[in-house]
């Protein structure tokens, strides 16, 4: 190698960077954390979906409990009001057997 080129060789491997060498640097980093960042926003943002979706199971299980419960409810008060027609009918049968009793009475009274 000449003298001239062995000097030149020399003189740019020992020279300061360049402000486009610097700059590459830097944007190389950015884009590097940038990367890390958007891993990172992609990864909080699925936490948040899977966190949502099981906010929507849990509230869709409350819901069909509740529905559950209220056919339930409506069951028993179904029931309930079938009980007391049926206590109801009884108590006209027996206020009217009453009410017959005491005319029958009262006219076996008179009569004698």
């Not at 001239?4 to 700059?23: A, G, N, W």
């Not at 409350?62 to 027609?85: C, Y």
């Not at 109801?88 to 004698?112: A, D, F, G, P, V």
Request: net charge negative; no cysteine; aromatic share 2%.
């Amino acid at each position: 190698m000449p003298n001239e080129q062995m000097v030149e060789k020399i003189r740019k491997k020992h020279e300061p960077p360049s402000i486009y060498d610097v700059l590459d640097t830097e944007t190389y980093e950015t884009e590097e954390q940038s990367g890390a960042e958007q891993a990172r926003l992609k990864t909080e943002a699925e936490d948040a979906l899977l966190r949502t979706d099981m906010e929507k199971a849990k509230a869709r299980r409350r819901i069909i409990e509740a529905n559950q419960r209220a056919k339930k409810a409506r069951a028993e008060a179904e029931m309930a009001r079938a009980e007391a027609e049926k206590v109801e009918l009884m108590l006209k049968e027996l206020n009217k057997n009453l009410n017959s009793s005491s005319y029958e009475t009262e006219n076996n009274k008179s009569s004698q």
